[in-house]
């Protein structure tokens, strides 16, 4: 992974700016001993590391205005930090950088009910905030795999999504305001309880933007009723094609699903070893489910299950109880889990026209055999968002590297299918190279001119989702 | 300066009547949602058609100058429709044409469904637009979850043509339900009427239409047929204590109710100007209270509040200081000169704002002035 050389300048004023770093926060908010440091090294890509100059864990958006201030004025760059899940290495420091991690900002501000919205600091994790709206009967829709750990700061900047996405949709869709601090430390106050924005949609942009235009400190968020209840009907195939195929019968049927999950065999043996959820042994399994009242789920499950025999499933098996639900969810949620058993692994997260589904998953076939790296697949099939997993054993010399080759192998696939690089994780430094296969120049300018405006020197996490050739002039001007 | 209306038939003359361009242009899809900068007229209507409609995938690609009408069908003919319900201007403006695909885009245009579908730019996931310095770029794409790279596509709608002319449009589409009903609570005031609204939309029943006005409170509730009829009678249940609520279960009467709240057509044919506040529900009644309007329209759950006064009003200046922004939607060219047709912003945001403008189109060739 290249990265750009670190700018001595900054290097050399470690101590003069960890003591600036001093006079605006407690002590205790800032952290320059190296073995502490240590510990933001990485996030979850963590085959890439690099401690970063100091890190700062402010408890106000006051702080953190006073830290970008500061920085900006040093020509410091700083990378913005939720709880360090992101799996393409969004929050990755640079030895020349001051990670501002937002985890002391955790609060509930404001709960509304009648408004359905709810009001938080950023560094709030995002299962604790459907926790927190549980007992009036609302929750937050978008639930990425990590909700345990993950913040809604990085949820922002990823623009993450779930697997209940199909139907309520992802960060974005359920954003309705931010606090943000611009590098040069002014606190801008975007959207709000309101469902939408007057002029340019400023906050639709913020969102997704990975933590290059600015640092997020508080969020309005849209809370929705739970519904009466929720079935799902596992449904076992024979081939990855055919299981494609009733995908897009069941979305033609008009019936909407909240999730439709799918697994391959490789990844239904692994989750088999690890989480014994009871799978059938088969090429490719769905998972769907659907959400209203008894009488609401048997009559959508019934129109799913007629879709289903359609396509001659090997079993299907629906749910009688809140326990066997658990255990056909059991085993897809154990999926990273179970890989990780087998070894090391790449999460890949292309997304693809759904009708090209049995298309691109011959394709991951064929290239796997290529570069003899076994690939199991587990993904959001209504969105078309996979996840291929890549195996790898990082402890044979070169394997890696030919891991990620293969990685962007699939992704370029995904994108010639007229697809995407990423759905739901992000560009950050893992996919930063890549962004030349989706997009044109004129493309990627445009967006850079985005931060050019809003970061005009380029300090905020300046090495991330643009390729560095293609931000050299910008960042070395800065 | 010539009347005559620029009309490229593709993207590559679309530009280079942009590099062209001397001065300001007025960005034109169908003409039909007013507001429109001065300067020659520059048309995007030649630039129509459908590309891509994939049922199974949920995905319709269309060009920006396919007419609203002819996306509409094409998607009907599948059993689906654009989820966000987009306003007809014309009865309230009192324009004619036909509205396009990008008009819509370009002016956010989302109608009752917004609280449950969202807006616009919620269902949209690709963008193809032509730039001030005549560069055309493409954000997004056809597939419905994408993090690659800036979401320039949110920018991009409702932005009114100030950052680029848009040529290409890919939108999210869902189900058309096999049916819908309204039910109706008569009498209640304004206070009462947004309370009802809250406790439906806090229900799990999925209300996708919340609206106030006339003395009518009225909710929708979408769906297969014995699930709307579920629902609605669980929901009369749960709104027992605002009144005993009738339902309309016809569905070609309820679609009635829902066009009219979604073109405002009650005042259509009113003399006066025409506002939208939006705000958060709750706030919704006081607004009301302080506009002092002839006549009010609450949709959105009590958040989006039409006001009808007399014509030159300043609304701003009669509510203060509030949370959230109104814009003057039809009022004459003069009250909206001298009142600004957008709310102003905070400093901060309309120096990004204008920072991005200054960067899509640096010569200020593109609707100048409209949005700030
Ligand atoms: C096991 C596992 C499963 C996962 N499953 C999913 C999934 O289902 N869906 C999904 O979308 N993602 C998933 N992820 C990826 C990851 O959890 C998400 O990207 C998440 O949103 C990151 O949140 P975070 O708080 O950990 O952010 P971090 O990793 O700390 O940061 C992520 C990005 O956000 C920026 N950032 C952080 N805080 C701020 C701030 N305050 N202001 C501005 N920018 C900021 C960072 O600079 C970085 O670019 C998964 C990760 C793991 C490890």
Not at chain 1, 10 to 24: C, F, N, Y
Not at chain 2, 197 to 224: D, K, M, N, Q
Not at chain 2, 306 to 333: C, I, K, Q, S, Y
Request: aromatic content about 4%; glycine content about 12%.
């Amino acid at each position: 992974m290249e990265m750009p050389a670190p700018n001595p300048s900054v290097l050399s004023r470690r101590a003069q700016i960890a003591a600036r770093l001093r006079e605006v926060l407690p002590a205790d908010a800032v952290i320059d001993d190296p073995v502490e440091t240590r510990a933001y090294e990485c996030d979850a890509l963590t085959a890439y590391r690099c401690p970063p100059l100091a890190v700062v864990l402010p408890a106000s958006t006051q702080e953190v205005a006073a830290v970008l201030r500061l920085c900006n004025r040093e020509g410091v760059p700083v990378v913005p930090r939720g709880a360090g899940t992101s799996l393409a290495g969004g929050s990755m420091p640079t030895q020349d950088s001051v990670v501002l991690g937002v985890a002391r900002m955790n609060a509930v501000l404001e709960t509304d009910y009648d408004n359905r919205t709810i009001r938080v600091q950023a560094g709030r994790t995002n299962l604790s905030l459907s926790d927190a709206v549980a007992e009036g009967g609302f929750f937050y829709a978008p639930d990425p795999s990590s909700q345990l750990a993950c913040a809604i700061a990085g949820n922002i900047a990823m623009n993450a999504g779930g697997a209940h996405c199909l139907k309520y949709g992802v960060t974005t869709n359920n954003l309705l305001g931010a606090t943000v601090v611009l590098m040069d430390g002014t606190v801008t106050e975007i959207g709000g309880a309101h469902l939408d924005a007057p002029g340019l949609d400023l906050l639709g942009v913020i969102c997704g933007s990975e933590g290059q235009l600015g640092v997020v400190t508080e969020a309005v968020l849209r809370i929705l009723p739970a519904p009466e209840g929720a079935r799902p009907v596992l449904m076992a195939f024979d081939s990855s094609e055919v299981a494609g195929a009733c995908v897009a019968d069941i979305i033609r049927a008009g019936v909407l699903p909240v999730a439709i999950e799918f697994m391959d065999g490789p990844c239904i043996r692994a989750c088999e070893d690890f989480a014994h959820a009871g799978y059938p042994d088969c090429a490719a399994l769905l998972i769907v489910e659907v959400e209203g009242s008894e009488a609401e789920i048997d009559m959508q499950l019934g129109l799913i299950k007629q879709v289903a025999r359609g396509h001659s499933p090997q079993e299907v098996r629906e749910s009688a109880s809140p326990e066997e639900s658990a255990a056909i969810w059991k085993g897809r949620k154990s999926a990273f889990g179970a890989m990780g058993r087998l070894g090391d692994y790449i999460c890949l997260d292309g997304t693809i026209p759904v009708s090209a589904l049995p298309q691109v998953l011959g394709r991951i076939g064929a290239l796997s055999q290529e570069y003899g790296l076994r690939v199991a697949n587990v993904f959001h099939a209504g969105d078309g968002n996979m996840h291929p997993l890549i195996l790898f054993d990082a402890n044979t010399p070169g394997e890696l590297e030919r891991a990620e080759a293969l990685g962007a192998e699939i992704l370029r696939a995904c994108v010639a299918a007229g697809g995407c690089l990423t759905g739901e994780h992000g560009v950050g430094v893992e996919k930063r190279d890549l962004m030349v296969d989706q997009f044109s120049a004129a493309d990627m300018e445009a967006q850079m001119r985005v931060k050019d405006v809003f970061d005009p020197r380029w300090l905020l996490n300046p090495a991330k989702v643009f390729p560095l050739a293609q931000s050299q002039a910008r960042r070395a001007a800065g | 300066m010539s009347a005559a209306v620029l009309t490229p038939a593709d993207e590559g003359e679309l530009a280079e009547a942009i590099r062209d361009a001397r001065g300001g242009l007025r960005i034109l899809g169908g003409g039909t949602r007013g507001a429109g900068a001065p300067g020659p007229a520059l048309s995007v209507a030649g630039i129509a058609g459908v590309t891509l409609h994939e049922p199974g995938a949920l995905t319709l690609v269309a060009r920006a100058g396919t007419p609203l009408a002819d996306v509409e069908a094409a998607l009907v003919e599948e059993g689906q429709r654009l989820p966000f319900e987009p306003m007809d201007h014309r009865a309230l403006l009192g324009t004619e044409g036909a509205p396009t695909i990008g008009g819509v885009v370009a002016a956010n245009v989302s109608g009752p469904r917004r609280i449950q579908a969202g807006a616009c730019r919620d269902s949209l996931i690709g963008v193809r637009f032509v730039d001030g310095t005549g560069a055309a770029i493409s954000n997004g794409g056809r597939v419905m979850k994408n993090v690659t790279g800036y979401d320039l596509v949110k920018l991009m709608a409702g932005s009114r043509g100030t950052l680029g002319v848009l040529t290409e449009l890919s939108f999210k589409v869902l189900p058309a339900p096999e049916t819908e009903a309204t039910l109706i609570l008569e009498g209640l005031s304004d206070a009462q009427a947004v309370a009802a609204l809250s406790a439906a939309l806090g229900t799990p029943f999925e209300v996708s239409g919340a609206a106030h006005g006339a003395g009518r409170t009225v909710l929708r509730i979408e769906g297969f047929t014995d699930s709307v009829a579920y629902r609605a009678g669980r929901l009369r249940t749960a709104l027992a204590r605002f009144g005993d609520a009738t339902a309309e279960d016809d569905p070609e009467r309820s679609r009635a109710i829902w066009r009219a709240i979604r073109d405002v057509t009650d005042f259509a044919d009113r003399p006066g100007d025409v506002w939208r506040v939006s705000v958060k529900p709750t706030d919704g009644p006081a607004i009301a209270a302080r506009a002092g309007a002839e006549e009010t329209l609450f949709d959105w759950g009590g958040g989006l509040v039409w006001l009808l006064v007399p014509a030159g009003t300043d609304l701003r200046a009669r509510l203060g200081d509030f949370a959230g922004h109104a814009t003057l939607v039809r009022a004459d060219a003069a009250t909206h000169a001298e009142l600004g047709t957008f709310h102003p912003e905070p400093a901060p945001l309309a120096a990004i704002a204008a920072g991005l403008r200054a960067k899509f189109d640096p010569r200020g060739v593109l609707n100048p002035g409209l949005m700030g």
